[in-house]
């Protein structure tokens, strides 16, 4: 009876834990698809570089609330996708202007799978996919 209660209480954690994580990977699609659409300007379905360049640009200045031209540590905490924490390539903990603008160029050509000049939804989901790894 005791090995039946054990594994019960295993099978319990196995499919609870599952269960978290699926709806946190829902939620993790959900701000996906949502910042496609905030980027995809025209909402023709796709992003082309001008489009995300804008995004980038907008989402540089809302996160910068001291309005000091570039983003610290404590400004990137609240940017819920991360995307400009690889930005800061000289390393001294602020993310300027130039870094964020060539961090999303980077970005962009990585997310361009088919190099036709333009992101799909599918191909940016897919992109965040692999690097959250679900």
């Not at 603008?101 to 088919?114: P, R």
């Not at 992101?119 to 679900?134: G, P, Q």
Request: proline share 1%; net charge negative; glycine share 4%.
């Amino acid at each position: 009876m005791i090995k039946y209660a054990k594994i019960s209480i295993v099978v319990f954690c196995i499919v609870f834990f599952s269960g978290i994580n699926v709806f946190a990977q829902q939620d993790q699609m959900q701000q996906f698809h949502s910042e496609f659409q905030d980027m995809d300007k025209d909402q023709n379905g796709v992003v082309v570089p001008d489009e995300m360049q804008l995004y980038q640009k907008e989402k540089f200045k809302e996160l910068d609330k001291d309005m000091s031209g570039d983003l610290g540590a404590e400004e990137l905490s609240t940017e819920p996708t991360k995307m400009l924490q690889a930005a800061d390539k000289d390393m001294n903990g602020k993310i300027t202007q130039e870094e964020s603008n060539s961090q999303f160029k980077e970005y962009f050509q990585e997310m361009d799978k088919d190099k036709n000049g333009q992101i799909s939804e599918a191909e940016y989901t897919d992109y965040w996919k692999l690097i959250h790894r679900f």
